[in-house]
């Protein structure tokens, strides 16, 4: 779009290639882990008011750490007794097939191009692929993944879906990137923006907050990654508010 300045190379394909790092699962008790769950209790407590059904992760653009970010609270989510979808709505860039090293032939794009009343879960969702937690691929991608996932179809689904497990979670593409994450971020009942330290923008985290307020999308706040916590590597926070204008908290750069 140019409208902003980048200094390092656009993105990398290497969650596409060989998918998000579960560090929660393979290191539970790693201080990183550990800070995954405390992004989970802090949205446990943004829902005290406002019941969380739908809960999607996002960023600005491609290569912020959303897919990691999303996959691994969802595992926590899971870990703590909740009964958890999560579905790989970005549908340009798809990475959750290859994070569980599942099928991607059927997915997402395979319900919302059908013509049935009828859908078939048990062929498409991977059910307790971790205890509590089911995994729907994206399925092969659509020439328009904005008309699918803005359709009444997608919303009808989510509704579907809702009734059966405690929390469905959605990895969608990147707000800055494509429309069709603006479309369905109004659909959630909150949204977490991902923001990667020294390489998303104010301006980009700006612009994102704009746009997600056009749809009067519930922003819960942001998870600020690759934060250089110490000579032991790099963590995760979460905050509060896009006072980005005004605020210390959110500048990035």
Not at 26 to 40: D, G, H, L
Request: hydrophobic share 40%; aromatic share 6%; charged share 20%.
């Amino acid at each position: 779009m140019g409208l902003f300045n980048r200094r390092r190379k656009r993105g990398t394909d290497e969650t596409m290639q060989y998918g998000a790092k579960l560090i929660t699962v393979a290191k539970p008790q790693n201080p990183v882990s550990e800070q995954f769950r405390t992004v989970k209790t802090n949205i446990d407590f943004t829902s005290v008011d406002h019941q969380i059904k739908a809960l999607a992760f996002t960023s600005a653009n491609i290569s912020e750490g959303k897919s990691t970010v999303t996959v691994n609270v969802a595992v926590t989510m899971a870990q703590a007794g909740k009964k958890v979808l999560l579905i790989d709505a970005d549908l340009h860039r798809p990475t959750l097939h290859q994070t569980f090293d599942i099928s991607n032939r059927v997915g997402l794009t395979t319900i919302l191009t059908s013509h049935s009343n009828e859908v078939d879960m048990a062929n498409i969702v991977k059910e307790d692929i971790i205890p509590n937690l089911s995994v729907m691929p994206a399925g092969p991608i659509p020439p328009n993944p904005a008309q699918l996932l803005g359709s009444n179809r997608m919303r009808a689904f989510l509704n579907m879906v809702k009734e059966h497990y405690d929390l469905v979670i959605l990895d969608l593409a990147p707000v800055l990137e494509v429309s069709d994450t603006q479309i369905l971020a109004g659909e959630m009942d909150g949204v977490v923006l991902v923001v990667r330290q020294g390489i998303t923008q104010k301006a980009g985290v700006e612009r994102a907050i704009e746009m997600l307020n056009l749809t009067k999308t519930h922003v819960l706040g942001y998870v600020m990654n690759d934060v250089r916590t110490g000579p032991d590597g790099y963590g995760y926070g979460y905050g509060y508010g896009y006072g980005y204008s005004k605020e210390k908290d959110t500048e990035t750069k």
